[in-house]
């Protein structure tokens, strides 16, 4: 069992950054799995935008916010971050920290744990 509780939310102007947290607590050792930040805008349906492999810290990222958005990891602290620059509007949504199996991808059916959520709204 994993547990994952986001935070760092909020409202910013378009061009702005945000730094989003997910911390993550489990009966193991956290390392050999994936984790990733997901997305949900309303009426829309969640999307992957960037995933971390905890064990070697090799990333991926959607193309629409590669460039973008950096996702990054503090094995200390069972911490997974999503730094986010150059926001856009359509970036608004719910965002939501994953953890799965090493071999996750971008698909919300390949990760087993999900937190509750952290609102990013972007104003334009």
Do not use: H
Request: net charge positive.
């Amino acid at each position: 069992q994993v547990y994952l509780v986001e935070s760092g939310g909020g409202s910013v102007q378009a061009g702005g950054s945000l730094r989003l947290s997910c911390a993550a607590s489990a009966s193991q050792p956290i390392r050999n799995i994936k984790m990733a930040w997901f997305r949900q805008a309303p009426g829309k349906e969640r999307e992957g935008v960037a995933n971390i492999y905890i064990a070697d810290g090799v990333t991926a990222y959607d193309d629409s916010v590669k460039g973008r958005f950096t996702i990054s990891k503090d094995p200390a602290k069972s911490t997974v971050y999503l730094q986010m620059s150059s926001l856009k509007s359509e970036d608004t949504a719910m965002y939501y920290c994953a953890a799965g199996p090493w071999n996750a991808g971008f698909r919300r059916f390949d990760y087993n744990y999900f937190g509750r959520g952290t609102q990013v709204t972007v104003s334009s």
